[in-house]
């Protein structure tokens, strides 16, 4: 008889997960979201789940990837080899360490449920957003994030100055414009946001160059967060080594390891904003557990406010899925 003291049964099934409606980014049209579910099993029996949520426009392995990847592993992973996941597949390593953190007797892992005050709503790009917020609101969240360099920017401009007619003054606008602004546009909305009475906590990736946008910052009071710049753990450290303080959007599920995540998030007291892929309960579970250890020294709200925006789990989800042939 084998002995699987440090070897670990692997078992996953991908998912597709339509959008209720199609998010509208910089980089296009999005209709469903696909991944992969991963359950690890020890020795002992203790079952362990970890999601696969990649988003190869973001820098990571494409789902197929991921799959040769879980193929490759023939059912079983040793524990070294865990460790090994190389860093081109950062949403395998992201999974595998979540599992093996995760492992316990229960067949399931729990449902999350966040307070709205907690979480950044999404809001439609475009004029939409300008109808959308209140719905957001009555439900209790506070903070709401606005894709923007979607269409011109001064039509833009004028829709963020109707949001910010009515939106009350302990109501928060994250603009994330996924590095799709010019530098002379981003000075323009930053303007426009210094305006706002303090109401844009801040705007996301105006550009695509760190350099740039460590020479405009200085000169304006509402920060700039760094998103697509840090989405890689590589790229994170090089932006902390070229001198970079203000705050960043971390994606846990596509950043790698969690340990390693964690290990530079308390080093560096990191100002996080938390951010979610569109994974599920699962891959979510284990982005907020290492949200809870960051203690990030402002507490941002977590950009968790993207269920409303998918078809609905059943209870049975999980369960259903695993009987599912692949
Ligand atoms: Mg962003």
Same mark, same amino acid.
């Given at each position: 008889?084998?002995?699987?003291?440090?070897?670990?049964?692997?078992?996953? %099934?991908?998912?597709?997960?339509?959008?209720?409606?199609?998010?509208?980014?910089?980089?296009?049209?999005?209709?469903?979201?696909?991944?992969?579910? *991963?359950?690890?099993?020890?020795?002992?029996?203790?079952?362990?789940? +970890?999601?696969?949520?990649?988003?190869?426009?973001?820098?990571?392995?494409?789902?197929?990837?991921?799959? !040769? $990847?879980?193929?490759?592993?023939?059912?079983?992973?040793? @524990?070294?080899?865990?460790?090994?996941?190389?860093?081109?597949?950062?949403?395998?390593?992201?999974?595998?360490?979540?599992?093996?953190?995760?492992?316990?007797?229960?067949?399931?892992?729990? /449902?999350?449920?966040?307070?709205?005050?907690?979480?950044?709503?999404?809001?439609?790009?475009?004029?939409?957003?300008?109808?959308?917020?209140?719905?957001?609101?009555?439900? +209790?969240?506070?903070? $709401? %994030?606005?894709?923007?360099?979607?269409?011109?920017?001064?039509?833009?401009?004028?829709?963020?100055?109707?949001?910010?007619?009515?939106?009350?003054?302990? +109501?928060?606008?994250?603009?994330?414009?996924?590095?799709?602004?010019?530098? !002379?546009?981003?000075?323009?909305?930053?303007?426009?946001?210094?305006?706002?009475?303090?109401?844009?906590?801040?705007?996301?990736?105006?550009?695509?160059?760190?350099?740039?946008?460590?020479?405009?910052?200085?000169?304006?009071?509402?920060?700039?967060? @760094?998103?697509?710049?840090?989405?890689? $753990?590589?790229? @994170?450290?090089?932006?902390?080594?070229?001198?970079?303080?203000?705050?960043?959007?971390?994606?846990?599920?596509?950043?790698?390891?969690?340990?390693? *995540?964690?290990?530079?998030?308390?080093?560096?007291?990191?100002?996080?904003?938390?951010?979610?892929? $569109?994974?599920?309960?699962?891959?979510?579970?284990?982005?907020?557990?290492?949200?809870?250890?960051?203690?990030?020294?402002?507490? /941002?709200?977590?950009?968790?406010?993207?269920?409303?925006?998918?078809?609905?789990?059943?209870?049975?989800?999980?369960?259903?899925?695993?009987?599912?042939?692949?």
């Amino acid at each position: 008889m084998p002995v699987f003291t440090d070897r670990l049964k692997v078992q996953f %099934k991908p998912y597709s997960r339509p959008f209720l409606r199609p998010l509208h980014t910089s980089y296009g049209r999005w209709e469903i979201r696909e991944g992969l579910m *991963l359950r690890l099993r020890d020795r002992t029996g203790r079952l362990g789940w +970890g999601e696969v949520a990649p988003l190869p426009w973001f820098g990571t392995e494409t789902l197929q990837g991921a799959i !040769d $990847f879980m193929r490759s592993l023939d059912g079983e992973i040793a @524990l070294e080899q865990l460790w090994q996941i190389p860093d081109h597949l950062p949403c395998c390593q992201f999974a595998f360490e979540s599992a093996l953190r995760g492992l316990s007797e229960r067949s399931e892992p729990p /449902r999350i449920s966040l307070e709205p005050a907690r979480v950044a709503a999404l809001l439609p790009a475009g004029d939409r957003a300008v109808a959308a917020w209140p719905a957001a609101w009555q439900r +209790g969240h506070r903070t $709401f %994030k606005w894709k923007i360099g979607v269409f011109d920017s001064n039509l833009e401009w004028q829709w963020l100055e109707q949001l910010l007619q009515h939106l009350p003054a302990n +109501g928060r606008l994250r603009l994330d414009a996924n590095g799709a602004l010019t530098p !002379d546009s981003c000075r323009g909305w930053l303007e426009r946001c210094d305006r706002a009475g303090g109401r844009v906590e801040f705007l996301e990736q105006p550009l695509n160059s760190l350099a740039e946008m460590q020479a405009i910052a200085p000169k304006f009071r509402t920060l700039i967060a @760094l998103d697509e710049s840090v989405t890689q $753990f590589k790229q @994170l450290q090089a932006c902390l080594n070229a001198g970079w303080r203000g705050p960043v959007v971390l994606k846990p599920a596509i950043a790698g390891f969690p340990s390693r *995540l964690q290990a530079t998030i308390q080093a560096k007291k990191l100002d996080c904003v938390f951010s979610s892929v $569109f994974e599920t309960f699962v891959g979510q579970g284990a982005a907020l557990a290492l949200a809870a250890g960051a203690a990030p020294p402002a507490q /941002r709200a977590l950009g968790f406010g993207v269920d409303a925006w998918l078809e609905p789990l059943s209870n049975d989800w999980l369960e259903r899925l695993w009987q599912q042939r692949f």
